[in-house]
Structures are given as C-alpha cells and as structure tokens.
C-alpha cells in the first residue's frame, strides 16, 4: 500500500505499532484528494500486514488482498449517494464487531468521508460511542473527514487524531508516474494547476469533475479580466449542469483570485490559472481581489446551505461585477 509523502503518519504509524500501543480509534482528517482513506488503508495494511514490521510490505498475501480491497478483516463502509450513513449499516458494524476476525489479529473497520454525513452524522456517532468507548481488542475503528469539526467532542477525547498532508509537486509527480497510466506532459500539467493533491489531480487526469471545474473557473476569471457582464453570467451559468461543479469551480475560482491577491507582493501562487491570476493583480490590485475572494467564499458557503444555485449564481455575478 503506497503513501505518497505523509512521512509523519508513516513513523508515528510504525512506533505505535513496534510497541505494540495501537489505538482502538483513529481520525484522518485532511483536505479531499489528499489521501486520506490512502492513509486509512496504509494503517490497516501496516497492523495486518505478516511482516509484523509496522510499515506494509507490500508484497504479502494480507497486503495485496488490502490493496484489491478483498480482505476479510478490512471492511470499508460505503455512504449512499448523498453522503449518508444507513444506520443499520452502523449497527450492522457494531454487532459485527464483536466477532473474533477472519485472518489477522485485528479487524479494521473504515468510515470515511464522514464531512458529508450531514443528516445521519450525529446519530451514527452516538451509535458508534460505545464501541469506541469499550472497544474489543481485536476492533480497530478508523474515521476521516475533512476536519475534526465533523465529530463530536466525546468521539474526539476517545480517538487518536491524524492529519494528511499534501504532497510536495515533486512527490505528487513521481507517485502518478508510478501508476504507469498517464504520460509525463500530462501529469505535470495536471499538478501544475492542482499542486500535490493526489486525488484531484488523478480526477484531473481522468477528465472527471475537478477537470471541469478547472475549465470553467478559467473561463469565469477571463470574463472577469474582460469586464463584460454578460460574459461573467454566461460563463457562471454553464458551471449550473453536473452535481457539484459549480461548488467546485467557485473552489478554484476562489484559489485564481487569491493568487491575484498574493502575486503583488510576490507569493505563491497555488491557482490553475496563474497568468489570467497576474493579470486578475493588475486590474483589481490586492485590495479588490481580497474582496472579490470575500464575494466568492461567501457564496460557496450559501451553496453549502442549499440555497438555489440560480439564485447564487445571479447575485455572485452582480456583485463581482460591482467590485
Ligand atoms: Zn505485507
């Protein structure tokens, strides 16, 4: 099981292990794409692996049945598709969790993405607590989000809470190289718009929603250079199509504009669009483009409260147009 960069998880993971200190619960948090349920599986990999080494071999029969995701011991539960956890699937997990394991000596359960669990979030952590609380010594409960907020506070004091890093461009670039599925031009273009986040530029390379988004968000900051209204309007109003994209264009809009904030003073830019970003500077200069930034986050958090993306999209144009 390879983890890109993460040097942390990994030593820390090791030493827990060698003395034989393994929690019972664990949290990965960290940004989307960055790994986490990588990690996740890492550290099941790492305590089932028949090396008993605390890093995974990667060439045993329990590390390669984790990689395919194949075995027994390593379950991984699967949110329906707005994100929610079925609570019976949870208390499926806590009455299997009783149950001696199959192979190894430890039984690894993952929930990830538990940000997303908006509806069922609370009920399944309290359904979870017991288990947490009074976990058999075979039960290994790992957790991820996006930040710890997503849990409650009896959860947090009970578990051991670890954070993803983005990779170095350098890292992300040799670990997709590794995969041997994309050409090198396309690759280093790829972490040239998303820096080291693994799993967006994978989706990136894939011409999934994040290659849209970069697209769209491109097209949106040179309506925005070129001052035309109905330009900006229009270029908003196509991002209204798949699910999520127009969340995940404000998202990288959002990085554009923050690098035309820093690129005065001569930061790092981070956005997919770094010469539309100096450009962005010279127009608005870094007053107008903290505000334009302002405008925009405050407008993905209304996404976020489900407010019509009509309506968003309508007031977002006005009021960048206003700047
Ligand atoms: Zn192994």
């Given at each position: 099981m390879i983890l890109a960069g993460n040097e942390q998880i990994k030593s820390l993971t090791a030493a827990m292990i060698s003395k034989g200190r393994e929690p019972h619960s664990l949290i990965i948090t960290g940004e989307h794409g960055q790994g986490r349920k990588t990690a996740a599986k890492y550290i099941a990999a790492a305590m089932l692996c028949e090396s008993g080494t605390g890093v995974p071999c990667e060439s045993c029969r329990t590390c390669r049945m984790i990689k395919d995701g194949v075995h027994p011991d390593f379950m991984v539960l699967k949110a329906?598709?707005?994100?929610?956890?079925?609570?019976?699937?949870?208390?499926?997990?806590?009455?299997?969790?009783?149950?001696?394991?199959?192979?190894?000596?430890?039984?690894?359960?993952?929930i990830p993405d538990f940000d997303k669990s908006k509806v069922t979030g609370e009920q399944v952590q309290n359904i979870l607590l017991k288990l947490i609380e009074e976990p058999p010594d075979h039960v290994v409960m790992i957790l991820t989000a996006d930040s710890r907020e997503a849990f409650l506070q009896t959860i947090l004091s009970r578990t051991v809470c670890l954070g993803v890093s983005p990779c170095s461009k350098e890292e992300c670039i040799s670990y997709i190289g590794s995969l041997?599925?994309?050409?090198?031009?396309?690759?280093?273009?790829?972490?040239?718009?998303?820096?080291?986040?693994?799993?967006?530029?994978?989706d990136f390379l894939e011409k999934g929603l994040i290659y849209n988004a970069v697209s769209k968000a491109r097209q949106v900051a040179a309506a925005l250079l070129s001052g035309s209204e109905y330009e900006l309007l229009k270029a908003l109003t196509e991002c209204d199509g798949a699910k999520g994209l127009l969340r995940m264009t404000l998202v990288q809009l959002c990085l554009i504009i923050r690098d035309s904030a820093v690129s005065s003073f001569g930061g790092?830019?981070?956005?997919?669009?770094?010469?539309?970003?100096?450009?962005?500077?010279?127009?608005?200069?870094?007053?107008?483009?903290?505000?334009?930034?302002?405008?925009?986050?405050?407008?993905?958090?209304?996404?976020?409260?489900?407010?019509?993306?009509l309506l968003v999209i309508n007031s977002l144009c006005a009021e960048l147009s206003a700047i």
């Open positions: 329906n598709d707005n994100g929610n956890y079925p609570v019976d699937d949870i208390r499926a997990v806590v009455a299997d969790a009783v149950v001696a394991p199959n192979e190894g000596r430890v039984k690894v359960y993952l041997e599925k994309y050409e090198y031009s396309d690759i280093a273009q790829a972490v040239d718009s998303l820096g080291g986040n693994i799993g967006s530029c994978i790092e830019l981070i956005g997919c669009a770094s010469h539309t970003s100096q450009e962005l500077s010279r127009k608005y200069g870094r007053a107008r483009s903290e505000k334009l930034y302002r405008i925009i986050s405050e407008h993905i958090a209304r996404l976020d409260r489900s407010c019509s993306k």
